[in-house]
């Protein structure tokens, strides 16, 4: 294995937000935390020595993404991976994915229509959706245990309304894990153009996904009303250097886009390090043929724990993600009893499945190496016995 994935990199005293503010989310900083979802790995070497090159020359000034290097990057990226063509056109930048949804939501609704989503979900969607003055309109998705159904009829009740302007997908979903299928996406756009809804597409864990599954950019069949956002900053564990993207078919709206960027919110310049990295990131191929392999076989390491240890808590294999949905509904525990015993017991920082909106699970980011991963069942085993 080339990138050295077991390797442990001490991550304390460098501001991180999983590291050395684990008190903010689990009362106490000695935890052991499997929490916000960026990774305990190196990004790959070619991006650490484009950025540093990039730190050798002295100045910092203002600077764009919008050229053929940044674009190109993203569009082949999909081409490659994906066998997705996109034209340069649609490209845009973004400081974070969420950025681009808050604007979505307001480019294609008013306060007090509302945002349908799949439920559980990403947290910050409850914030984003919420402090816009938009209603959330929640759509229960099944997850491994109920072989991630959707609710057909609940969704195009809801699509139907008119109140209902956007429809927020996740796509690989955040936190269940699941990949939508090529005939599911045809489902939800199909619903989304009969019902004059906005489609918003956040695919940031594309990359991650386990075979035989497969991810399809819900572009394929969405043409018009649509935005897709995402970023290499998962994968390649970039979140801190601020930079994401969108994909954009409709050019009314990209313009919009590009007014609410640079005018509205006077965002004058790129982040250079997140557009440099996201450019080196998407030529680094191989590291994701490695993470993947090492993650699935991590997601293995939890599986097999769980079956074999008779704690109450039961794992399927997500498909896609680096985040492990737990089911602890077996257990005669209160949610925040089952916290206090890991946190106080434990000393284990998982996250508590009511954050997503499901209190019968747990959240366990699993993107490190496998040692933390052993560390982090046995501190379970040792709060639940
Ligand atoms: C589904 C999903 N969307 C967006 C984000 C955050 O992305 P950004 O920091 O670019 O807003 C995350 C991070 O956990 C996520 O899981």
């Known amino acids: 294995m080339i990138e050295g994935f077991d390797k442990i990199i001490n991550r304390h005293n460098t501001y991180s937000t999983q590291w050395d503010y684990a008190i903010d989310r689990f009362g106490r900083n000695d935890v052991l935390p499997f929490s916000i979802s960026d990774t305990d790995f190196a990004v790959p070497k070619e991006v650490q020595e484009t950025l540093k090159k990039r730190i050798e020359h002295p100045i910092y000034g203002y600077t764009r993404w919008n050229h053929h290097d940044y674009k190109s990057a993203i569009t082949n990226w999909y081409l490659k991976r994906f066998n997705q063509k996109f034209s340069e056109d649609i490209v ?211 599986e097999k724990f769980f079956t074999e240890k008779d704690l109450g808590l039961k794992f399927i294999k997500p498909q896609g993600t680096y985040l492990a949905w737990i089911d602890s509904s077996a257990l005669q525990l209160t949610e925040d009893e089952l916290q206090h015993l890991l946190i106080d017991k434990g000393h284990v920082g998982i996250m508590k499945g009511s954050t997503y909106g499901d209190q019968n699970r747990l959240r366990m980011n699993i993107a490190c190496p496998r040692s933390k991963v052993i560390e982090g069942l046995n501190r379970i085993e040792i709060a639940l016995s």
Request: proline share 5%; with cysteine.
């Open 92 to 302: 845009a930048y973004t400081p974070s994915v969420v950025f681009a949804i808050s604007d979505f939501i307001k480019m294609h609704s008013s306060p007090g229509e509302a945002v349908a989503t799949f439920i559980p979900m990403y947290d910050a969607f409850f914030n984003t959706i919420e402090s816009n003055n938009r209603l959330l309109v929640p759509v229960k998705l099944g997850d491994a245990y109920s072989h991630y159904k959707i609710d057909w009829d609940g969704l195009e009740r809801v699509l139907c309304q008119k109140n209902v302007k956007i429809f927020l997908l996740t796509n690989p979903h955040n936190p269940t894990g699941k990949v939508f299928s090529a005939s599911e996406l045809e489902h939800i756009v199909s619903f989304c153009e009969q019902y004059n809804v906005f489609l918003i597409s956040d695919d940031i864990h594309q990359d991650i996904v386990y075979k035989p599954n497969k991810y399809t950019p819900v572009l394929k069949y969405a043409k018009k009303n649509v935005v897709l956002c995402s970023s290499g900053s998962k994968t390649f564990n970039t979140p801190g250097l601020i930079g994401a993207y969108i994909l954009c078919p409709n050019k009314v709206d990209y313009e919009q886009y590009l007014i609410d960027l640079k005018q509205k919110n006077a965002l004058s310049s790129v982040s250079i390090f997140g557009m440099l990295s996201q450019i080196a990131e998407y030529k680094c191929e191989k590291y994701v043929d490695h993470l993947l392999p090492y993650l699935d076989k991590n997601m293995d390491t939890v």
